[in-house]
């Protein structure tokens, strides 16, 4: 069994400043893990991901995410943020069980950036 | 690239009528089908997927049914809607290498 906590629903922050959103997760097998944006109304973007190698991992719009084994985190983070971020945010992880691709969500976390 | 069609964008149905949603692939063959369904403040929940033609999988009991009749189609339905099926249905693809899931554009249900 595997599940994603994001430990926050709402994350309110001041244009410019720094954010980080947090992800948590557990597995009894290994797993790939993603973050991703959705704008409303729309889809589900991918903004990055973390298969293997390198723990800090960057993505698009300036995002980067950093997987820590011990912690079984991968938390999401962005220096300086920008009034477009305003957005939900999901969390996921996936393993493979025979051909199929087991995909789990976190609930989201909105985030709102405030001129 | 591949594209992920869905319609209707949006939908108002009367509680007890029926629901056929409908999602469409381009660009990739042969992928793993997902329909999620995103109702207010619960995130996304998985409510079927699929791994080839007529071969389809539940997550989660409920009054919906999904079928696969061509590799790149996949179709949810209800022969009666509730209310609590109201929400944003979207449909994804599961890639083998990267594992990065695709999204639709989702459809907007509301059931009244």
């Known amino acids: 069994a595997q599940s994603v906590t994001q430990l926050d629903s709402q994350v309110p922050v001041f244009e410019e400043a720094p954010v980080e959103l947090r992800c948590n997760y557990s597995?009894?097998?290994?797993?790939?893990l993603f973050w991703y944006v959705q704008y409303p109304n729309q889809g589900l973007q991918l903004l990055l991901k973390y298969l293997s190698g390198s723990t800090l991992v960057k993505g698009i719009n300036g995002f980067e995410a950093e997987f820590n084994k011990s912690q079984t985190s991968f938390h999401l983070r962005k220096p300086s943020v920008h009034i477009s971020d305003t957005a939900e945010y999901f969390c996921?992880?996936?393993?493979?069980?025979?051909?199929?691709?087991?995909?789990?969500f976190g609930i989201g976390t909105k985030l709102q950036v405030i001129p | 690239s591949q594209t992920i069609h869905q319609w209707p964008a949006t939908l108002v149905q009367p509680v007890g009528s029926p629901l056929s949603l409908e999602c469409t692939v381009e660009?990739?063959?042969?992928?793993?089908l997902y329909w999620y369904r995103q109702a207010a403040g619960r995130g996304l929940q998985l409510l079927f997927y699929?791994?080839?033609?007529?071969?389809i999988s539940s997550e989660v009991p409920q009054n919906l049914s999904a079928s696969r009749p061509q590799d790149r189609q996949f179709i949810l339905s209800s022969k009666k809607l509730l209310l609590s099926d109201s929400g944003f249905y979207l449909c994804a693809t599961g890639q083998p290498i990267s594992y990065e899931q695709y999204f639709g554009p989702g459809t907007r249900l509301t059931v009244t």
């Open positions: 699929s791994v080839g033609i007529g071969q």
């Open positions: 597995s009894s097998v290994s797993v790939y």
């Open positions: 996921a992880v996936t393993s493979r069980s025979g051909g199929y691709q087991k995909v789990t």
């Open positions: 660009g990739t063959s042969n992928p793993n």
